[in-house]
T-cell receptor, first 112, second 112 residues
């Protein structure tokens, strides 16, 4: 059975801290790994990673995939209260429709 | 911008009722998905469709059915609602071979 595990399940940090969120997986064949941010409503897309070792960056967020060790990390530097959300990791399967298998998510709370 | 619209934000239904959750997307996407999201379990795939009138079971299809009569619309049907179907339901869509899925705002369904 395909498995995506995120850690930690939740964490609380102070504004300005740097955080690293982890996503490990046991999926034999997949197209890409995706990160989403979910506040109160719809998950919104952050990154898609297809190649190992190539960092993707968007402002204070960055992510990298390690296909050999079967994990990905999402880094957030200089956190702000607006970063408070659930961060979801998902694997996109090969084959028809590219369905996604999600991890349980990491709930991040950034306090003042 | 891609827009995925779910017909209701909140629904309360009685046990045994037949429930319809509607989802419409406006970007001509081939793929459409229904997930449910529960605390500690993350997003789990119920059904998906990659073409009109085509449907495939996801990981937890029991107690649900779907309908896709038009490309832009994907309906989730609870044949006889039960209390264990109380959950947040998220619809998503994507291009046929694309990994990135776009989500609707979610429908929080409570079955009493």
């Amino acid at each position: 059975e395909d498995k995506v595990v995120q850690s930690p399940l939740s964490l609380v940090v102070h504004e300005g801290d740097t955080v690293t969120l982890n996503c490990s997986y046991e999926v034999t064949n997949f197209r890409s790994l995706l990160w989403y941010k979910q506040e109160k409503k719809a998950p919104t897309f952050l990154f898609m990673l297809t190649s190992s070792g190539i960092e993707k960056k968007s402002g204070r967020l960055s992510s990298i995939l390690d296909k050999k060790e079967l994990f990905s990390i999402l880094n957030i530097t200089a956190t702000q209260t607006g970063d408070s959300a659930v961060y979801l990791c998902a694997l996109s399967h090969t084959g028809t429709a590219s369905k996604l298998t999600f991890g349980t998510g990491t709930r991040l709370q950034v306090t003042l | 911008d891609v827009k995925v619209t779910q017909s209701s934000r909140y629904l309360v239904k009685r046990t045994g009722e037949k429930v319809f959750l509607e989802c419409v997307q406006d970007m001509d996407h081939e793929n459409m998905f229904w997930y449910r999201q529960d605390p500690g379990l993350g997003l789990r795939l119920i059904y998906f469709s990659y073409d009109v009138k085509m449907k495939e079971k996801g990981d937890i299809p029991e107690g649900y059915s779907v309908s896709r009569e038009k490309k832009e619309r994907f309906s989730l049907i609870l044949e006889s609602a039960s209390t264990n179907q109380t959950s947040m339901y998220l619809c998503a869509s994507s291009l046929l071979t694309a990994s990135e899925a776009f989500f609707g705002q979610g429908t929080r369904l409570t079955v009493v």
